[in-house]
């Protein structure tokens, strides 16, 4: 590592990611020292790319929502809804809707051919089809480990 022999070793106690930051959890101040002193010696990953090691207390937090729908919707209502909010996607109530969740784990590969299969059957058979995927787990498939889509 470049350093004196006699010098304390870095020693780290568990290592994560949040909103996109990696996280270390240092043993002690030595240690914290260390990715301060390294990162910025860190070959850029693409140009423009900014890699500086901070305090946790400076990453800034995501702000996070949550909606209480208070009623189930049933048959008509949840057609007319969705039918307004993707206009164009379900014009015809003669064509069966087919509806999928996929989660997308970030640390296996992307369900490419279950999503494939389900694309395969709804064709032939002229059914529209909408997959929602909980993609919040950095998944590679949209380019890069560190985005999230929703």
């Known amino acids: 590592m470049g350093r004196d022999p006699s010098a304390p070793m870095p020693t780290f106690y568990g290592a994560g990611w949040l909103n996109g930051v990696n996280i270390l959890k240092c043993n002690d101040d030595p240690t914290r020292q260390w990715p301060v002193e390294k990162v910025p010696q860190l070959e850029a990953l693409w140009e423009g790319a900014k890699q500086e090691a901070v305090d946790r207390e400076l990453i800034p937090s995501i702000p996070k929502a949550k909606v209480l729908f208070p009623i189930a919707l049933q048959g008509e209502r949840a057609l007319k809804l969705l039918q307004r909010q993707n206009p164009g996607v379900l014009e015809s109530e ?12 970030h640390d296996r590969p992307a369900p490419q051919d279950e999503l494939g299969s389900l694309v395969t059957e709804a064709g032939p058979k002229n059914h529209q089809l909408i997959i929602s995927t909980d993609s919040n ?3 590679n498939v949209w380019g890069s480990p560190d985005i999230k889509v929703c």
């Open 94 to 105: 003669e064509k069966p809707l087919m509806e999928a969740s996929c989660y997308m784990a």
């Open 137 to 139: 787990a950095h998944q």
